[in-house]
């Protein structure tokens, strides 16, 4: 029986082709996971930043402060009543310019001067720091043309939450001056021009600017009443704070005895009034009586 020989030879190209074939797809899918975890890895990046970026938009819009000032119409000592009828244990603190504070000081002035004051108020939850305060106040006699001119700069390193700032719109020659003037009749105008600097806990510094006319003592024209700018800043040590008088540490009275005996007062005059009223109807209804009375007599002398 023969043999038969079945000689099988090897197909080298097929084997380096399935080889060459299996390496690049293996190549192919490393290089495919490769740029899908880059790719994940670049958007957890970015949901990184932009998480970061809420909680410090987030942490802005919680820190953000916005001061409102207003003008008020008070003498020191009215002041002080405030503080003590209201029970207000925060901070309020009367800043000057370069005049000092002989206005202040004086007991006179304190009770006899009705100044208008710019009140600034951090009615906020948050601190703020570096309350720069720059003021420029022009009083024009409008028949003369005359202009005094009084500047201030204060600055306070901390103003907490709920404390507040006064300072008076007119020095102490301008207010003499404004006083006689509307005695005399003489027209006259005072300007007001307030910038206020301030960062917030959320290293922003707001710029605020504040201006308003006064006409004669009496018409007031706001001119401006708003944020000039919002700017990121790194807060730094700024410039001395300035001296100040916080009316706290003026406060020497007991307040609920203070407070009751302004309540008494009230009261009293109150009862007065209400006496003096029924007083009066009293006597306007005795006085028609007596009119009736005397008319009825009359009529009945008549008819006789």
């Given at each position: 029986?023969?043999?038969?020989?079945?000689?099988?030879?090897t197909?080298?190209?097929?084997?380096?082709?399935?080889?060459?074939?299996?390496?690049?797809?293996?190549?192919?899918?490393?290089?495919?996971?490769?740029?899908?975890?880059?790719?994940?890895?670049?958007?957890?990046?970015?949901?990184?930043?932009?998480?970061?970026?809420?909680?410090?938009?987030?942490?802005?819009?919680?820190?953000?402060?916005?001061?409102?000032?207003?003008?008020?119409?008070?003498?020191?000592?009215?002041?002080?009543?405030?503080?003590i009828?209201?029970?207000?244990y925060?901070?309020?603190?009367?800043?000057?310019?370069?005049?000092?504070?002989?206005?202040?000081?004086?007991?006179?002035?304190?009770?006899?001067?009705?100044?208008?004051?710019?009140?600034?108020?951090?009615?906020s939850?948050?601190?703020?720091?570096?309350?720069?305060?720059?003021?420029?106040?022009?009083?024009?006699?409008?028949?003369?043309?005359?202009?005094?001119?009084?500047?201030?700069?204060?600055?306070?390193?901390l103003?907490?939450?709920?404390?507040s700032?006064?300072?008076?719109?007119?020095?102490?020659?301008?207010?003499?001056?404004?006083?006689?003037?509307?005695?005399?009749?003489?027209?006259?105008?005072?300007?007001?021009?307030?910038?206020?600097?301030?960062?917030?806990?959320?290293?922003?510094?707001?710029?605020?600017?504040?201006?308003?006319?006064?006409?004669?003592?009496?018409q007031?024209?706001?001119?401006?009443?708003?944020?000039?700018?919002?700017?990121?800043?790194?807060?730094?040590?700024?410039?001395?704070?300035?001296?100040?008088?916080?009316?706290?540490?003026?406060?020497?009275?007991?307040?609920?005895?203070?407070?009751?005996?302004?309540?008494?007062?009230?009261?009293?005059?109150?009862?007065?009034?209400?006496?003096?009223?029924?007083?009066?109807?009293?006597?306007?209804?005795?006085?028609?009586?007596n009119?009736?009375?005397?008319?009825?007599?009359?009529?009945?002398?008549?008819?006789?």
């Amino acid at each position: 029986m023969e043999q038969i020989k079945v000689i099988m030879d090897t197909d080298w190209v097929m084997f380096f082709a399935t080889i060459s074939s299996g390496i690049l797809a293996a190549i192919a899918t490393l290089i495919a996971v490769m740029i899908s975890n880059q790719e994940t890895r670049k958007q957890l990046k970015q949901q990184q930043e932009q998480h970061k970026r809420e909680l410090e938009e987030q942490n802005r819009a919680n820190k953000f402060v916005t001061i409102k000032p207003v003008i008020i119409v008070s003498s020191i000592y009215n002041l002080f009543e405030k503080i003590i009828i209201q029970n207000d244990y925060n901070r309020e603190l009367f800043l000057s310019g370069a005049d000092g504070f002989d206005f202040f000081d004086d007991q006179k002035k304190q009770q006899n001067q009705i100044w208008r004051i710019l009140h600034i108020e951090n009615a906020s939850n948050n601190n703020i720091l570096d309350v720069n305060i720059n003021t420029e106040s022009h009083l024009a006699n409008r028949n003369t043309d005359e202009i005094i001119r009084y500047k201030t700069e204060n600055i306070v390193k901390l103003l907490r939450s709920r404390e507040s700032i006064d300072i008076r719109l007119a020095n102490q020659e301008q207010f003499e001056n404004i006083m006689r003037m509307k005695q005399n009749g003489i027209p006259n105008e005072l300007k007001f021009k307030s910038t206020i600097e301030y960062s917030t806990e959320a290293n922003q510094r707001i710029k605020y600017s504040y201006i308003v006319r006064i006409l004669n003592d009496w018409q007031i024209e706001i001119e401006k009443d708003e944020i000039e700018s919002i700017e990121d800043c790194e807060n730094e040590d700024s410039k001395n704070a300035t001296v100040f008088r916080n009316l706290q540490d003026y406060v020497t009275v007991n307040r609920a005895a203070y407070a009751w005996e302004i309540m008494g007062q009230s009261q009293t005059r109150g009862f007065m009034s209400l006496f003096n009223q029924f007083s009066t109807q009293q006597e306007i209804d005795s006085a028609d009586s007596n009119s009736e009375n005397k008319e009825t007599k009359n009529n009945k002398e008549l008819q006789q």
